[in-house]
């Protein structure tokens, strides 16, 4: 049974040691003494042990964390959702905000294995966050407000840009800017073979990468042109850039592309069923 609201409770819980856990506190101890309110729940004591060197936070165990935080964040794979969930249940209640950055795991799974009434908030994250340019998406359950939005929202702006979908988008949020980042570094993993290809040396072949990658982001980002227009200004007429792009369509790396976001897509609809 969960015990009444403590509304001494303050600061957040990262629930689950990860990759995209650690991402996000990274980011958020950047904050000015941010880091005296933000503790770790790692079931590994040596991972919690270097999560708590790295970012100068507290660990605690889960009843721990429920007893001194208001918002928990649950940052552990789809696949152990259920067990966490079932351990966390005891000591949660309505004056938690529980976040799920679970992949695929819809709010009504999280609510249904919680005490009624408990507010949760679904976000799709991205491991940017670890640089503080993260794209983070959340979507709300059926029983947080506006308030909670907010708090989950100012929490998440720490470490990068926040949008706010209707949940049944979450799953295409997942595949395009979840699993983005992936994406871009295989791209930029094959052009710097093709650079060594063609005699460059690695490092400079990632140097001028990286460069181009960033410059390209930011063109993007703050042209306002659309990137059928952006291309067009460096396709010139017979030249070297048409030509490469003659071999991306004849090698079918549109189509591919799109397949690969819609295998994405379905694995997190697949990560989101309970397990039977």
């Known amino acids: 049974m969960s015990s009444a609201p403590t509304p001494q409770r303050s600061g957040l819980a990262v629930v689950g040691g990860g990759k995209i856990g650690e991402a996000l506190v990274s980011g958020l101890v950047r904050r000015p003494g941010a880091a005296e309110g933000i503790v770790v729940v790692e079931r590994s004591p040596e991972r919690a042990a270097e999560l708590v060197s790295r970012h100068g936070v507290r660990a605690l165990d889960l009843a721990g964390a429920a007893a001194a935080c208001r918002v928990l964040l649950i940052a552990v794979k789809p696949q152990d959702v259920d067990a ?19 992949a695929g795991v819809p709010t009504s799974r999280v609510e249904a294995a919680l005490p009624a009434g408990v507010p949760v908030v679904r976000v799709m994250p ?21 308030t909670d939005l907010d708090e989950a929202e100012e929490l998440l702006s720490a470490v990068g840009q926040v949008r706010r979908v209707p949940e049944k988008q979450q799953d295409a949020v997942t595949a395009l ?13 094959a052009m710097v073979d093709a650079g060594i290809l063609l005699g460059l040396p690695r490092a400079l072949a990632a140097d001028l990468i990286v460069q181009t990658a960033l410059g390209a982001a930011t063109m993007l980002r703050d042209s306002g042109e659309h990137p059928v227009q952006l291309r067009e200004a460096v396709t010139s007429p017979g030249g ?11 090698h079918g790396v549109r189509a591919a592309l799109i397949a690969a976001i819609e ?14």
Do not use: C, K, Q, W
């Open 177 to 189: 800017s979840g699993s983005g980042p992936a994406y871009f570094f295989y791209l930029v993993e």
């Open 84 to 102: 966490l969930l079932a351990d966390l249940a005891p000591h949660v209640d309505t004056g938690h905000l529980v976040v799920s950055v679970a």
């Open 126 to 146: 991205n491991t940017p966050a670890l640089v503080d340019e993260g794209m983070s998406v959340l979507s709300a359950g059926a029983h947080a407000g506006a």
């Open 263 to 276: 295998a994405a897509h379905d694995r997190s609809v697949e990560l989101g069923r309970p397990a039977e």
């Open 240 to 250: 070297t850039t048409i030509a490469a792009i003659r071999e991306l369509e004849r």
